[in-house]
């Protein structure tokens, strides 16, 4: 390779993420909104990388069946108050009453 | 009833602590189970909610709803909880190495053996969709605890960073080195069992 290429090469690398840190970014910006150019070196990563895709792609389906389990349903509860913890509670309720 | 909206009416509401078991408490109970993974636990929480309430009557302005007002002290006790459960001192989240190369020519690469291999596409079906749950709920619960806040915390709870921050004493870069972490270590401990 010449010279050249090799410089450019490195720099390229500086520019360019690895999947350790294009994966990082892809969480936060879940939850946050990335930088500029955070956001463009993402995109770029993604472009031509199958398996961050991937990991993108499964994180999407996790967070929303995430986001299904912490809705609450009042008609489709998850789990229900057993009589006798009902009682118990009623209990707790009564004796911190003033 | 049990009604999670927040009421726009300029009622006053009111509060009817004889009715909060019957009226609120399996919702409660789901919203604590679904932050903290445990009947035993999501009950206790639920009754330290009761107990909490019953003493904050007086400072009640009945702008919100009762179940509004009972679902904030909930939340509460659960940032309490993870608060608690994160500040044991355990075994720093390095047990679990990231999934990438850690040095050579393909230093922060995915270690192949650990990275995303194709998921089935069947999650619209209802029956593997609650299988889908159960797998991630039980990876949820296999998570090292300081992880589990954040991610319980940051991602569900949807706490602005700096609050979790305050609440589980890191800072923010930590957050987000945690998050990442748990993400990364959700993902994979989704795709072993829901593969198998």
Known sequence: MSKMKEIMMKGMNKVMLDCDHATYLAVKEESEKLGCIQKLQLRMHLMGCKLCRAFVEQSKTISEEVTSMKTIDPDHYEVELTEDQSESLKKVVEEHKN | ?196
């Open chain 2, 1 to 196: 009833m049990g009604q999670s909206k927040d009421n726009q009416d300029s009622r006053q509401h009111s509060l009817n602590p004889d009715k909060w078991v019957d009226s609120h408490g399996d919702y409660l109970y789901n919203y604590a189970y679904s932050r903290v993974n445990s009947k035993e636990l999501a009950e206790d929480l639920v009754q330290e909610t009761f107990v909490a309430g019953l003493r904050a009557m007086k400072s009640f302005q009945g702008r919100s709803t009762e179940i509004t007002w009972l679902i904030s002290i909930l939340k509460r006790k659960v940032i309490d909880h993870y608060r608690k459960m994160s500040s044991n001192k355990e075994i720093t989240s390095s047990e679990f190495s990231r999934p990438f190369q850690k040095d050579g020519a393909s230093q922060g690469h995915w270690i192949m053996e650990r990275a995303p291999k194709e998921w089935p596409d069947e999650l619209d079906d209802p029956i593997h969709q609650k299988e889908f749950r159960l797998v991630l709920e039980k990876c949820l619960s296999h998570l090292p605890d300081k992880l589990k806040a954040v991610f319980v915390l940051k991602f569900i709870e949807e706490i602005n960073s700096d609050e979790v921050c305050k609440e589980l004493g890191c800072t923010p870069s930590n957050l987000w080195v945690m998050m990442h972490r748990a993400r990364l270590r959700l993902r994979e401990c989704i795709e072993l069992k829901w593969l198998k």
